[in-house]
């Protein structure tokens, strides 16, 4: 039973272009939520997905966009890259909401220089 | 605003004895509160959660206690392993939208 699996696990990009992310859910999980962890925080929510919509939102700018999938895989897009956006990615998947026990992904490590 | 701190960033603790890793609040908003571990390039585990109405919730080694008159949880690791090295992390989650907020992480250094 394959988990969260998250790609690529690294990216470099530099300031001002866009970049996507990749999420497949734990099977059986229908909620995929994204987190972004800053070196020495803890990580803070993005958004949620489920049933392909957008179900919430954390205080994160509209350059921050995602979708989610028919088979509940989901990207995260990031438009106009800043210097500030270089962090850990993370995806969490569960089934149905509300659900606190998440399941998460190794990450993508996004550096924009 | 940090409303969920973890004031000590490391912990270093000889192997058996006791683990305690703290976690203040300071919404009153939360209904759940949970902690994961996190290992070197892994992604958070959930480990043990506690609603609200209750003080204490066990599992195995496993113990967090909540103090909601002081705004404080608390995660008991008896006896710990070395195994248990790792980042911890305390989060909350609002009843209103049921938002999940983190602390800051705190690493446990298990000694043999």
């Known amino acids: 039973d394959a988990g969260v699996t998250q790609s690529p696990t690294h990216l470099i990009k530099t300031r001002g272009q866009q970049v996507t992310l990749r999420c497949s859910p734990k099977?059986?999980?229908?909620?995929v939520s994204w987190y972004q962890q800053a070196l020495g925080q803890g990580p803070q929510f993005i958004f949620q997905?489920?049933?392909?919509?957008?179900?919430q939102r954390g205080n994160f700018p509209d350059r921050f966009s995602g979708h989610q999938f028919p088979n509940y895989s989901s990207e995260l897009n990031v438009n106009a890259l800043l210097l500030g956006d270089s962090a850990l990615y993370l995806c969490?998947?569960?089934?149905?909401?509300?659900?606190?026990?998440?399941?998460f992904g190794s990450g993508t490590q996004l550096s924009v220089l | 605003d940090q409303q969920v701190k973890q004031n000590s960033p490391s912990l270093s603790v000889q192997e058996g004895r006791i683990s305690i890793l703290n976690c203040d609040y300071t919404?009153?908003?939360?209904?759940?509160f949970l902690w994961y571990k996190k290992y070197p390039a892994e992604g958070p585990t959930f480990l043990i959660s506690?609603?609200?109405i209750k003080d204490k919730n066990e599992d195995g080694r496993f113990t967090v206690f909540l103090n909601k008159s002081a705004k404080h949880l608390s995660l008991h690791i008896v006896p710990s392993q070395p195994g248990d090295s790792a980042v911890y992390f305390c989060?909350?989650?609002?009843?209103?939208?049921?938002?999940?907020?983190w602390g800051a992480g705190t690493k446990l250094i298990i000694k043999p």
């Open positions: 969490a998947s569960s089934l149905g909401q509300p659900n606190e026990k998440l399941f």
């Open positions: 099977s059986g999980h229908d909620t």
């Open positions: 997905y489920y049933e392909e919509e957008e179900r």
């Open positions: 919404n009153s908003m939360f209904d759940y």
């Open positions: 506690i609603s609200s």
């Open positions: 989060a909350a989650r609002k009843y209103s939208n049921y938002q999940l907020i």
